[in-house]
């Protein structure tokens, strides 16, 4: 294991996230860094697999109190192996399959009523009619998922 720090600058040309997420991250608990006597942050090398993990999640969908949680579940007495991450996000492939499913309902309603009325009043007439949609709420009511002529 090595005990080498990285400069926050170091941590952000190497991880691809601005210096200001790194800060962030650290506010909100999800990084940790050791501090100079100039109180400059330094990063262990082990900080850039988190963040790894943290963009990851992110582009999953989880929000950084999930991603919190998650970390939470990393061994605090050793940097965290293939193992440990793989744990993490075995849980994923479900919340991946629904947003694949939110997208491909997304891709087919680009040109299709998507339940609020907003696209053509003629093509409302028959795919919405008496604005049945609005009746489920506010927002595209197809597009989230509400079945058509509910």
């Known amino acids: 294991m090595s005990t080498e720090l990285l ?24 990084i940790t860094s050791d ?3 100039s109180g400059r942050r330094r990063y262990p090398r082990a900080t850039l697999r988190r963040i790894a993990f943290i963009v990851f999640a992110q582009r999953v969908g989880l ?3 999930e991603i919190a949680a998650e970390l939470a579940r990393l061994p605090g007495d050793r940097v965290p192996g293939r193992r ?49 949609a609005g009746r489920g709420g506010p927002g ?3 597009w989230m998922g509400d079945p058509r002529g509910a």
């Open 7 to 30: 400069t926050i600058g170091e941590v952000a040309r190497r991880s691809g996230v601005a210096a200001s997420a790194l800060r962030f991250y650290e506010e909100r608990g999800l």
């Open 35 to 37: 501090r100079a006597g």
């Open 63 to 65: 929000s950084l109190e």
């Open 84 to 132: 440990d991450w793989d744990r993490l996000s075995r849980g994923w492939a479900r919340r991946i399959d629904e947003r694949i499913a939110e997208l491909e309902r997304l891709r087919g309603s680009l040109t299709e009523c998507i339940g609020c009325g907003c696209l053509s009043m003629q093509r409302c007439r028959l795919a919405n009619p008496g604005d049945r």
């Open 140 to 142: 595209p009511r197809y």
